[in-house]
Nanobody
């Protein structure tokens, strides 16, 4: 079992940047594929970004491609989401997720472990 704790959210103006962090407990972090998802009020949880175990391969939703960067530091058991050029439509609760099988899916069903979520609000 792994526990995930997000940090780094908050309020930012449109065009600004934030970096989210997700710290994982346990010693098997490097075996997990990791993902970021988000959920806006009244909407379903949607895929944002994913990263393989080694960090060598990443993937993004079209809505964030070119603006967001996912990365990981296996020595620190942490995955990051650098969010640049933020837009009001990026406002949501952001969740990190882990998949022990190593599969980097784009559906929330592909991930077994979830953080509690953190609010990101982008003002216009």
């Amino acid at each position: 079992q792994v526990q995930l704790v997000e940090s780094g959210g908050g309020l930012v103006q449109a065009g600004g940047s934030l970096r989210l962090s997700c710290a994982a407990s346990g010693r098997a972090f490097s075996n997990y594929a990791m993902g970021w998802f988000r959920q806006a009020p009244g909407k379903e949880r949607e895929f944002v970004a994913r990263i393989t175990r080694s960090g060598s391969i990443t993937g993004y939703a079209d809505s964030v491609k070119g603006r967001f960067i996912i990365s990981r530091d296996n020595a620190k058991n942490t995955v990051y989401l650098q969010m640049n050029s933020l837009k009001p439509e990026d406002t949501a609760v952001y969740y990190c997720a882990a998949n022990p099988s190593g599969y980097t899916g784009t559906y929330f069903q592909d991930y077994d472990y979830w953080g509690q979520g953190i609010q990101v609000t982008v003002s216009s």
